[in-house]
């Protein structure tokens, strides 16, 4: 029998490893940078769920907030077509 | 994006007023290339004339620029005369002076109402409108309608003042002049109006020549061109005025042009209506003309110019049309190049785009 | 001797074959024919020396049995304007563009040719300006009946 | 000083109890039939703590979320267009319920009449767009924002959770937005739409350093990262002692009016107000990254901006203006008030100067803001020593 603590650590484990994932197999990269982002905010609810809130918060704000925009600018600089060609 | 993009700035985008398209190659933010393309609003006015008699293309006239119709009419009036050979009354020239000065000013008002808008400042967009009212008001009462006025004729003007009018321009122009002030005190001591303007769609006195840049954007540039002072018709050479000029050749040179031009304006109206002489304002003139004549005028956009030949019929036999802005537009490109898309908005609200005297 | 006088003598002096009819018409205005082979040189020419350094319009007119080009061109220190009358048979209508000594030649040039179909040799844009760009007809010539 | 007069949390609580008692009442009842006993046990799981406590959070977060968005979000859009309308000598929205007066309502429901339209228009996905992350975008966007709402405090008690690192929690949620509008800029396969994206983006980014740099001057001031602890220490004498005697005790805006002027900047450009507002600029890009939204998606990304501006305002009123501190009037008035001061400065300044470039945009936030908000972290270590050492 798992307790509340358990059921919402094991739900945002899965959702972790799921994106996680995800992030590895995303066809376009956009989307790649989008599990991304998801995958750390779960880990920022991990570590809120073990009570180390500051951590947490400050995982959301800087790999969460600005480490996918980042990379988002950075695919967006380099690949040569960011754009579809309407089909 | 690292590609280089042609991203269409038209027909249908705000920055347009109007029907154009302004195609722009971007590199990131940065403009490498433009083309401006026209041709959305033809409505072939040139071949309209030869269809109709002498008194006829006036109204077309009117309606090759919606904001500034008087001073279309008044060239082609203008070039009929020197056609026709006849000289028009002094009180028809007094009076065609007042009105293209009004119709400047209306322009102008239009103009710094759009430019604003397309700095994203709203705001001054409807005050400069209200102000526009008041001038279009005064359009009115002197020629009943408040656009495409239908006003000049070849030999003078249609109607004689209306009592009680003189008055009312100078009431008017108190209050516009207060208001004036205080707009440009409003505009001038803000910064993010000088970091959108100064600078930007350098124009420098050369190119601006020989691109064919007439009017305010010439001024601008520091070039001392004003028809009204070089080449002067109607009874410029008997007023007194200064052609405004600034030296930067930048977008804020070109606002500097025009709002100055706005006390010029009123300055000449107003020794007009001093001078006014009394007498006929209008002349008959003759039905068939043969030969060819040109006037050109300083058009609120710059130098108007219509060349009209006659082959001893009723009709024109072939009207052209130079409309300054059209030329302008050729030297957009240039102007564009190595500033940011941003600037696009600045720059083609600077040089006071419009599209009806450019596609004719 | 005004300017204007000065240059009606001066002009077809300098190109004897090239123009013609040299006159001054009013204070400030001066008329010419030019021969369209030697438009280039006689405008060089124009604007190197006699200080013409604004093309103010460029119309065509079409005659029926030719073509005509006329040139309002401008000198801003003189304070005149002279106007070129260039005359092009229709069967072969071309003439040489003026777009590199007046860039403000480029689109008065593209507008002759979409309304009235004179070739500009060595026109770098030669494109249809007002018109779409699939139009065949030249609608300003005399025979363009509409529809 | 007077008290607030809403405990969120205590009222919630009480309406949970009251439901759940009545549903555990209803389920007695009928597990008290022969056939549906098993309803008992769950009466009985109802009535635990935990459950109590959550039902609990979760009404306490709607009645947030209905009084931030529906209430002052419409507030908020209604407020500016009439005080633009002034500003701009017209006279603004002014539709009534009354069919005989079309002239001289006070036009507040011309939101509602505005949602409605959007509510009814088709959802219109473009066929070069990708769909899923089309669709996702607006609603990460607007989700970002209302988290803020669970650590944003109207009052000592008007909170939903009084987090010990409450502001950090809030300006994480904020930083969220850049990387949701990134993607709806790159999901609608537009030209247009991907420059706004990219620019927005760009801009949030350079604008939000400056703006944490003057909360961190705010905290090393308050010595605390809990909203309600920050509020509190402005209400106390303990810094520039003497400006108390006006009545506006302790304001940060006093020893921090530099940092007062970046936050206030910064929460334009994150708002993407006028002078900052080239990611949608209509003249540049025709709409930015909100160009092939439409129905209520646009709905949903416009709303969103006003409730962006709302918790901006709130975070200003909150970090500089005292929170909900002030004479006679209940808390939560006061903070209303006050948030709606902010507002009107925010309509103020962005309707009255054109919009500025992205380059000189990016140079004020990284050349200029950058160090002014380093400077004035300074400063503010400036007057906590002097304030220790009794200076003062």
Redesign the interface.
């Known amino acids: 029998m798992v307790d509340a603590l358990q059921f919402v650590f094991l739900v945002i484990a899965a959702v972790e490893v799921l994106t996680a994932v995800l992030v590895v197999t995303a066809k376009k990269l956009m989307w790649a940078a989008f599990w991304l982002a998801l995958s750390l905010v779960t880990m920022a609810g991990i570590y809120l769920l073990f009570q180390s809130e500051f951590v947490g918060i400050i995982q959301i704000f800087i790999y969460a907030g600005a480490v996918p925009v980042v990379f988002l600018f950075g695919i967006m600089l380099t690949r040569t077509r960011a754009m579809e060609d309407v089909p | 994006m690292a590609e280089q993009v042609w991203i269409n700035m038209g027909p249908q985008h705000p920055m347009t007023h109007g029907l154009w398209n302004l195609r722009v190659k971007l590199d990131g933010d940065t403009i490498v290339d433009a083309d401006p393309e026209m041709g959305y609003l033809h409505r072939g006015v040139e071949k309209l004339c030869e269809v109709r008699n002498y008194l006829k293309p006036i109204v077309l006239m009117d309606r090759l620029c919606y904001v500034s119709s008087l001073t279309w009419a008044h060239v082609y009036c203008k070039a009929v005369e020197n056609l026709m050979d006849i000289e028009p009354p002094p009180r028809g020239k007094y009076l065609n002076v007042i009105a293209c000065e009004l119709q400047r000013m209306a322009s102008h008002g239009m103009w710094l109402a759009a430019f604003l808008a397309d700095l994203g400042l709203l705001t001054g967009f409807l005050y400069s409108l209200r102000e526009r009212e008041l001038v279009l008001d005064l359009l009115q009462l002197m020629t009943g309608q408040r656009m495409n006025q239908n006003y000049p004729r070849p030999g003078g003007v249609h109607n004689d003042l209306p009592p009680g009018f003189e008055d009312e321009v100078r009431r008017v122009f108190r209050y516009l002049r207060r208001q004036y002030k205080g707009y440009k005190k409003f505009l001038e001591d803000s910064p993010t109006f000088l970091m959108r303007t100064q600078g930007v769609g350098v124009l420098r006195k050369e190119d601006a020549i020989n691109y064919g840049v007439t009017g305010p954007n010439l001024r601008g540039s520091g070039a001392r061109v004003d028809l009204r002072e070089l080449d002067p018709y109607d009874v410029y050479d008997e007023l007194d005025f200064e052609p405004v000029v600034y030296e930067e050749g930048d977008t804020y040179a070109r606002y500097k042009v025009r709002f100055g031009e706005f006390f010029e304006s009123m300055r000449i109206i107003e020794q007009a209506l001093d001078r006014l002489p009394q007498g006929p304002f209008r002349i008959k003139t003759p039905k068939r003309a043969e030969g060819e004549g040109y006037a050109r005028t300083e058009d609120p956009r710059g130098e108007a110019l219509i060349y009209i030949i006659g082959d001893g019929s009723d009709r024109p036999y072939r009207v052209k049309i130079r409309s300054p802005i059209f030329v302008t537009l050729s030297a957009l490109p240039m102007m564009l190049r190595g500033h940011r898309i941003a600037d696009v908005a600045s720059v083609t609200g600077g040089i006071d785009v419009c599209v009806g005297e450019i596609d004719k | 001797m005004s300017f204007e006088e000065q240059l009606t003598q001066r002009l077809p002096e300098r190109f004897p074959e090239g123009i013609e009819g040299a006159e001054v018409v009013q204070p400030r205005r001066v008329e010419a024919t030019a021969k369209r082979e030697d438009l280039r040189a006689i405008c060089t020419y124009l604007r190197d020396e006699e200080g013409f350094e604004h093309v103010s319009c460029i119309s065509a007119v079409d005659w029926v049995t030719h073509l005509e080009n006329v040139y309002h061109l401008v000198s801003y220190q003189h304070n005149i304007m002279l106007q070129l009358n260039v005359q092009i048979p229709s069967e072969d209508p071309w003439v040489d563009t003026v777009s590199d000594i007046w860039k403000g030649a480029l689109y008065h040039e593209r507008e002759a040719y979409d309304l009235m179909g004179i070739q500009f040799r060595d026109h770098p844009d030669l494109r249809r300006i007002l018109l779409p760009k699939d139009f065949v007809f030249h609608p300003l010539r005399k025979d363009y009946a509409g529809e | 000083m007077s008290g607030h007069l809403v405990d969120l949390f205590g009222g919630s609580n009480a309406i949970a109890v009251f439901l759940i008692t009545i549903i555990n009442f209803i389920l007695r009842g009928i597990g008290s039939l022969p056939l549906f006993g098993f309803l008992n046990p769950l009466a009985d799981w109802l009535g635990t703590e935990?459950v109590v406590t959550s039902i609990a959070w979760l009404i306490a977060i709607t009645i947030m979320i209905t009084w931030a968005a529906a209430l002052h979000l419409l507030t908020f859009i209604w407020l500016e267009r009439k005080l633009?309308a002034r500003?701009?000598?017209?006279r603004g929205p002014m539709i009534t319920l009354r069919k005989d007066r079309y002239i001289g309502g006070t036009g507040y429901l011309q939101q509602i009449a505005d949602a409605l339209k959007l509510i009814q228009k088709e959802n219109i996905t473009p066929?070069?767009a990708?769909p899923w992350?089309f669709h996702?975008a607006p609603a990460f966007l607007i989700s970002t924002t209302i988290v803020v709402l669970v650590a944003l405090p109207f009052s000592e008690g008007f909170v939903v959770a009084n987090?010990?690192?409450g502001l950090?929690?809030i300006?994480?949620?904020f930083?969220?937005a850049?990387?949701a509008i990134?993607?709806a800029g790159?999901?609608q396969?537009n030209?247009?739409a991907?420059?706004g994206g990219?620019?927005a983006?760009?801009m949030m980014?350079s604008y939000?350093i400056p703006m944490i740099l003057a909360v961190i001057a705010v905290v090393v001031l308050a010595g605390s990262l809990n909203p309600i602890e920050i509020v509190n220490q402005q209400s106390q004498l303990s810094i520039l002692a003497p400006l108390a005697a006006i009545g506006i005790a302790n304001w940060y805006i006093i020893p921090q009016f530099l940092g007062f002027f970046i936050f206030l900047l910064a929460m334009l450009a994150e708002q993407e107000r006028?002078?900052f507002?080239?990611p949608e600029?209509?003249?540049?890009?025709?709409h930015g990254w909100l160009v092939e939204y439409g129905g209520m998606r646009f709905g949903m990304v416009y709303g969103f901006k006003w409730l962006r501006t709302f918790v901006a305002a709130a975070l200003v009123a909150l970090l500089f203006l005292g929170g909900w501190h002030g004479p006679v009037l209940p808390q939560e008035i006061w903070f209303i008030l006050k948030i709606y001061f902010v507002f009107f400065i925010f309509i103020w300044i962005s309707?009255?100067?054109?919009?500025?470039?992205?380059?000189?945009i990016l140079n004020i936030g990284w050349r200029k803001l950058i160090p002014l908000g380093l400077f004035n972290i300074f400063l503010a270590v400036l007057v906590v020593h002097a304030n220790a050492q009794g200076w003062i």
């Open positions: 935990p633009v500003l701009q000598d017209r066929k070069a990708d992350m996702i987090v010990p690192a950090l929690f300006l994480a949620a930083s969220l850049p990387l990134l993607l790159w999901a396969n030209k247009y991907m420059i990219m620019r983006a760009a980014m939000e006028i002078p507002d080239f600029a209509e003249e540049e890009v025709v309707w009255s100067v054109p919009r500025i470039r992205i380059d000189q």
